[in-house]
């Protein structure tokens, strides 16, 4: 952000610079001869490489967003994150191909994979420098487009509809109190709709109980799988 406040070419520069000057801790790391593994000077070249790699990757997601269209920072971010994910298994791909076809340490694997993608990798965010600037101001200008276009838009529907501006001015609070009215009539009704579909269930179980508690077919014994049944043929007597 800095940076950008100075001088928006500023920015790859720094994002270069810092990853040309990342290879140097991860340089001395791989071929410096340690007598303590766990020393202050590898753990200060381990440390330094870190932050230093860190610091162009950070800025480059904000690059992108700035001068693609808010309908494609997502495609152009998931493109992003598949050229980081197919980078991370062709780095180690071609220092396994190199050590195998040229007979080479993996040593000498390390260092020439790490020189040859990171200098590339500074040299197409120093050509940034002079792109970076121009695809802003020129998304700028495309998104003030597009603000106009659409504020046009509006006025021509609002003028279709025929409302002058008195009756197309409507506050806050009446929105409020609009939209709470609305719902609270939505709430109503449902409550209503509620209210009956329970008395229709009432009203049903009422019925079930008075028919399975009607004298004339009584359960009264049950053995094993048979049941018994007493019922009453209206002239007083009682049959099985």
Not at 135 to 141: A, C, K, P, W
Not at 210 to 224: F, K, L, R, W, Y
Request: aromatic share 10%.
């Amino acid at each position: 952000q800095v940076f950008m406040r100075i001088n928006r070419s500023y920015l790859p520069l720094f994002m270069a610079a810092t990853t040309f000057l990342g290879f140097f801790p991860f340089y001395g790391l791989l071929n410096s001869n340690f007598t303590n593994p766990r020393g202050y000077l590898a753990m200060f070249y381990a440390t330094s490489g870190g932050i230093v790699a860190s610091l162009p990757s950070v800025n480059v997601r904000p690059c992108i967003i700035n001068v693609n269209p808010p309908e494609t920072r997502g495609a152009t971010l998931t493109a992003a994150n598949l050229i980081i994910m197919v980078a991370r298994g062709v780095g180690p791909s071609c220092i396994t191909l190199m050590g195998g076809t040229f007979h080479v340490s993996r040593q000498f694997s390390f260092n020439i994979t790490l020189l040859f993608f990171w200098l590339m990798s500074s040299i197409q965010l120093l050509m940034l420098t002079r792109t970076l600037p121009k695809d802003q101001d020129d998304m700028e200008t495309e998104l003030a487009r597009y603000a106009e276009q659409a504020v046009e838009i509006a006025r021509a529907s609002r003028q279709r509809n025929s409302f002058n501006d008195e009756e197309s001015l409507i506050s806050i609070e009446e929105r409020m109190t609009s939209f709470d009215g609305r719902a609270a009539r939505q709430s109503l009704k449902f409550m209503r709709m509620g209210i009956r579909e329970l008395s229709a269930e009432v009203i049903h179980l009422g019925h079930c109980v008075d028919h399975h508690a009607s004298p004339q077919n009584e359960i009264v014994a049950t053995e094993g799988t048979r049941l018994f049944t007493a019922q009453d043929d209206g002239d007083g007597h009682t049959f099985v």
